[in-house]
């Protein structure tokens, strides 16, 4: 039996020392393993948001700007890439164990979307007339059975005062869902009503990204009394998509750039700072503060 388990420890010695002896041997251009899980797990969600978005990557110049932007996040070049990747798959057992690490990240980062979005699901089954007319919720599901047509929002001036601290405030959200060629009226508009004048600022919803409205506390000689927002789609078919309305904020503006650099899932927003409603931005995986959970694919 001694003999047996000494036989066992040998081999276990030689594997380890085989492992060891290989990764002291890297080259130098060849990204150290931790370097290579994490990278590899921004690539596998960026091939899979390319796949899964194709009206955003609908050419291999977006799609090779976006993969590009994925090493730059992790101060690697695509040479690096190609070169690592080749020295780990000709070690195979070592590439079979990163890969399973990775994987493993996928999943378990599949099940945390999902439990947020099933804790929503079933916040979205609150019956709405026993929530205060200024209650936002963080993610809104327009599929739901209990859904509306949209959601909206009313503050008085008390409720202001407490969400805007400074003069100037954001009502913003992004969107996922929205499929190509989509032609129903989706819409959103800000109400800001002072004690003699009422400005209103509309915006139309057609594609992926995050909107914004903003306005004031404060306009020449007059004070803001009451602000009303909505967000409404209306679909011809009779068949409601499944769209998402997510990241829905109103605040201070300043508040609102300190909340998006503590997003964990910030998912149409770059580098902390909200989008522009006509820009036209790529979004970024991971370490680059975006993320799309329908992308991920079972690999």
């Given at each position: 039996m001694k003999s047996k388990k000494s036989v066992a420890y040998f081999f276990l010695f030689i594997l380890l020392g085989g492992l060891a002896y290989s990764c002291q041997n890297r080259p130098k251009e060849v990204l150290n393993r931790k370097q290579m899980e994490r990278?590899?797990?921004?690539v596998y969600i960026a091939e899979a948001t390319m796949e899964n978005d194709y009206q955003n990557f609908n050419t291999p110049e977006k799609k090779e700007a976006y993969i590009n932007k994925v090493f730059q996040a992790h101060k690697a070049t695509q040479a690096q890439w190609d070169t690592s990747l080749s020295w780990y798959s000709d070690r195979?057992?070592?590439?079979?164990?990163?890969?399973?690490?990775?994987?493993?990240?996928?999943?378990?980062a599949r099940q945390e979307i999902d439990a947020m979005v099933a804790q929503q699901t079933q916040g979205q089954q609150i019956d709405p007339a026993l929530?205060?007319?200024s209650y936002l919720p963080p993610v809104y599901i327009f599929s739901m059975p209990d859904a509306k047509r949209g959601l909206r929002f009313r503050l008085d001036s008390s409720e202001i005062s407490s969400k805007v601290i400074g003069e100037d405030f954001l009502f913003t959200f992004s969107t996922i869902g929205i499929p190509p060629r989509f032609s129903s009226s989706f819409t959103s508009l800000l109400?800001?009503?002072?004690?003699?004048?009422?400005?209103?600022?509309?915006?139309?919803?057609?594609?992926?990204k995050t909107y914004e409205l903003t306005g004031s506390k404060y306009i020449p000689g007059d004070t803001i009394t009451e602000i009303r927002g909505f967000i409404h789609l209306q679909d011809s078919?009779?068949?409601m998509p499944h769209i998402q309305l997510y990241n829905i904020f109103f605040g201070d503006i300043q508040s609102a750039v300190l909340?998006?650099?503590?997003?964990?899932?910030?998912?149409?927003?770059?580098?902390g700072e909200p989008l522009?409603?006509?820009?036209?931005?790529?979004?970024?995986?991971?370490?680059?503060?975006?993320?799309q959970p329908d992308s991920i694919q079972e690999m």
């Open positions: 990278l590899m797990y921004d195979i057992d070592l590439y079979l164990k990163m890969n399973d690490s990775v994987k493993a990240r996928l999943q378990r929530l205060p007319p109400t800001m009503v002072y004690s003699d004048t009422t400005i209103y600022r509309f915006q139309k919803i057609r594609e992926n078919t009779g068949v909340e998006t650099d503590t997003l964990k899932m910030g998912l149409d927003t770059l580098d522009n409603p006509d820009s036209t931005r790529l979004p970024v995986p991971d370490s680059m503060n975006s993320f």
